[in-house]
């Protein structure tokens, strides 16, 4: 699994910043833990 993204570099996150929860989809844009937009940064 990458680490990095290979577009800008930025570190890739596999935990919900909100609840701690493993990302387990990169489809979904909502934590299906809690409910927390994924916040996706755009270059």
Known sequence: RAKFCFECGERLRNRC????ELITSLKHRFCPFCG???K???T
């Open 40 to 42: 996706l940064t755009k």
């Open 17 to 20: 910043d909100n609840c701690n």
């Open 36 to 38: 927390q937009a994924y």
